[in-house]
């Protein structure tokens, strides 16, 4: 399968915990996405990478959230200090510099906050 | 008021229905135009993009794009039960940096045998 993976699929944590999630790409995309999605609401931009290099980060991406893409391959998104409202949908996406709005989703990691 | 709106449904057709799904939007910076297929608890599937206005057809989609009215729609001809899923709506701009995608809420789709 060489579409975008993200694991783990499901993470239970109770508030206060970190959590760490992790996302491989396509493997020719320089192009890496994360965005949130709760329930009955669309994905929302959280931040963006070409390559190794963090570009763009949404205003939803606050202090406890940091996210990281060494060598410009996987990428992980760290959750520090979890409260409730973090609950939602992470999705993971790719895309390549010559196609960057034409972006493939992984799964997504479903993280429940109790 | 959200830069891209999209009625929530859910919506409830017979199996060979045509269906039309719509977003408007508000920003006239957007130019790429795309669509989504999500199923229940999975991540969304790219269906097709659209750059700028005009038609473009793959199959039994069809999706359309107004930018003098701020419109954009999807049509699905002969719809199969496997065709009930949540589709979203998203939109890019043109930019020297990453095209990030702006959603619709996303309709849910039935397709009823």
């Known amino acids: 399968d060489t579409g975008v993976s993200q694991n783990p699929r499901h993470k239970i944590t109770k508030r206060g915990q970190n959590v760490t999630f992790r996302c491989d790409p396509i493997?020719?995309?320089?192009?890496l996405y994360w965005y949130r999605q709760t329930l009955g609401q669309g994905p929302e931009f959280l931040t963006y990478?070409?390559?190794?290099?963090?570009?763009?980060k949404s205003r939803l991406l606050s202090d406890r959230f940091s996210a990281e893409r060494p060598k410009g391959s996987f990428s992980t998104l760290e959750i520090q200090r979890t409260e409730q409202g973090d609950s939602a949908m992470y999705l993971c996406?790719?895309?390549?510099?010559?196609?960057?709005?034409?972006?493939?989703f992984g799964p997504g990691t479903r993280l429940t906050v109790t | 008021q959200k830069e891209v709106e999209q009625d929530p449904g859910p919506l409830s057709v017979p199996e060979g229905a045509i269906v039309s799904l719509n977003c408007t939007y508000s920003?006239?910076?957007?130019?790429?135009f795309m669509w989504y297929r999500q199923y229940s608890r999975k991540g969304p599937e790219l269906l097709m993009y659209?750059?700028?206005?005009g038609n473009k057809e793959d199959g039994r989609f069809t999706a359309q794009v107004d930018k003098s009215s701020k419109y954009i729609s999807l049509f699905i001809r002969d719809s199969q039960p496997s065709d009930s899923a949540t589709y979203l709506c998203?939109?890019?701009?043109?930019?020297?940096?990453?095209?990030?995608?702006?959603f619709g809420t996303g309709t849910q789709l039935k397709v009823e045998l």
């Open positions: 996406a790719s895309s390549s510099d010559t196609r960057p709005y034409e972006q493939y």
């Open positions: 493997s020719e995309h320089n192009r």
């Open positions: 990478f070409q390559n190794e290099a963090q570009l763009e």
């Open positions: 920003n006239s910076a957007f130019q790429y």
């Open positions: 659209t750059y700028s206005s």
């Open positions: 998203a939109m890019s701009r043109i930019t020297g940096g990453g095209n990030k995608l702006t």
